[in-house]
């Protein structure tokens, strides 16, 4: 609801407003001026003050409670992109583009906020040019984390995500089946092999064979080797298998979002040609 504009700030709204980086260099007058033309509102837990697509015109500063700013993608799965606290502006990008709303604002808890019109912020931002590159600062530091946290949305690796999930023996099992396949292991055998054989067919005088030929345990030794990497190696490949259908899915989901895109595309430009056959058309009527 709107504050009593008529009264001058009490200490309490001066000092949260200096509070306020953008306003931090006002004077006491200008700190009056300023609060006669915010408006104040309480809002309720779960509330919006705005929705994503709805057209701009004032810039927000929270006064208590909290304020969380989201979006949501094409699964209309809610991203959200910064939690507010007392203090903190948003609605910002309104002041220099008055078009669709970028994002929602939803409160978290019970909350007020003051309402800052944007005819009125143009008319402070003229007198109060300095407060601008704040301004601008902190759009560049709204979209600068958006960005991040979408790229790092985008851009999550498959293969770490899934490798986090792993247990201890799901890990043993891939790291042995990887060794396995590799030439520290067929030349460890081979040394084992060799030394075997050498130390059983009795070539140097003085070592007694402790497994002549045709050397019964070293055989069951290599069966025994073989069937347990036959079943680490299974093991690792049905991990594999599923690694791969995750990638599978993510990928169905990136090509369905890609999908939707291009026929909100196509719709959109469908929409344009339209439009301006018709203006093109009225055009006609009126020469």
Do not use: C
């Not at 953008?22 to 006669?36: K, M, P, T, W, Y």
């Not at 609605?91 to 939803?106: H, K, Y």
């Not at 259908?245 to 291009?262: F, Q």
Request: net charge negative; glycine share 4%; aromatic share 8%.
């Amino acid at each position: 609801m709107p504050t009593d504009t008529d009264q001058h700030p009490s200490e309490e709204h001066q000092e949260f407003l200096r509070s306020v980086k953008l306003f931090s260099l006002l004077d006491e007058g200008e700190v009056a001026a300023l609060h006669a033309v915010l408006q104040e509102r309480t809002v309720p837990r779960g509330s919006h003050l705005f929705h994503e697509g709805e057209s701009g015109n004032s810039l927000f500063i929270v006064k208590a409670g909290s304020v969380e700013i989201y979006v949501n993608d094409f699964e209309g799965e809610k991203l959200v992109l910064t939690s507010l606290s007392p203090g903190e502006i948003f609605g910002e990008t309104s002041v220099f583009d008055p078009g669709p709303r970028s994002a929602s604002a939803q409160t978290t808890e019970e909350s007020a906020v003051w309402e800052f019109p944007r005819t009125a912020l143009l008319e402070f931002l003229r007198a109060k040019p300095e407060a601008s590159i704040d301004l601008l600062a902190m759009v560049s530091r709204r979209l600068r984390e958006a960005d991040n946290l979408l790229m790092g949305r985008a851009t999550s690796n498959v293969n770490m995500a899934f490798e986090s999930n792993l247990s201890i023996p799901q890990r043993i099992a891939n790291w042995i089946a990887d060794f396995s396949g590799s030439m520290p292991f067929l030349a460890i055998n081979a040394f084992i092999f060799l030394a075997w054989i050498v130390l059983n067919v009795e070539l140097i005088p003085g070592i007694v064979a402790f497994d002549p030929y045709p050397f019964g345990f070293l055989t069951m030794s290599v069966s025994l080797e073989a069937i347990f990497l036959s079943i680490v190696v299974l093991l690792s490949q049905n991990l594999n298998a599923a690694k791969e259908r995750v990638r599978n899915d993510i990928e169905y989901e990136v090509n369905l979002k890609a999908e939707r895109k291009v026929t909100e595309l196509h719709k959109r430009i469908s929409q344009l040609h339209n439009d301006l056959s018709r203006r093109l058309a009225d055009l006609e009527e009126h020469r």
